[in-house]
């Protein structure tokens, strides 16, 4: 069983930049695939960016170039630094936490990109 808590959400004018954190309880975190999902209002969730064991990483082109994954094995962190935001990243963003068969949630944090 693994526990997964986001924190760093928040409300952030176009252009600037927001650090989501998810922290891993339970098991052994360094063996799970991490990612970041995101849902808007009236739209499906959408894979944001992942990170394999080896530490590979995946991104959504829409994000490519402004948004970084990483993870800290030692600490059971994964995070989301967010550059450049726009309106269209206004959603909640959830972390994912993958080991076949397993698959983890967190709550989810919400992130509003206004004026």
């Given at each position: ?6 924190s ?13 954190s998810?922290?891993a ?50 600490k ?32 989810g ?7």
């Amino acid at each position: 069983q693994v526990r997964l808590v986001e924190s760093g959400g928040g409300l952030v004018q176009p252009g600037g930049s927001l650090r989501l954190s998810c922290a891993a309880s339970g098991s052994i975190f360094s063996s799970f695939a991490m990612g970041w999902y995101r849902q808007a209002p009236g739209k499906q969730r959408e894979l944001v960016a992942s990170i394999n064991r080896s530490g590979l990483t995946n991104y959504a082109d829409s994000v490519k170039g402004r948004f970084t994954i990483s993870r800290d094995n030692a600490k059971n962190t994964v995070d989301l630094q967010m550059n450049s935001l726009k309106p269209e990243d206004t959603a909640v963003y959830y972390c994912n936490a993958y080991r076949v068969p397993s698959d983890y949630w967190g709550q989810g944090t919400q992130v509003i990109v206004s004026t």
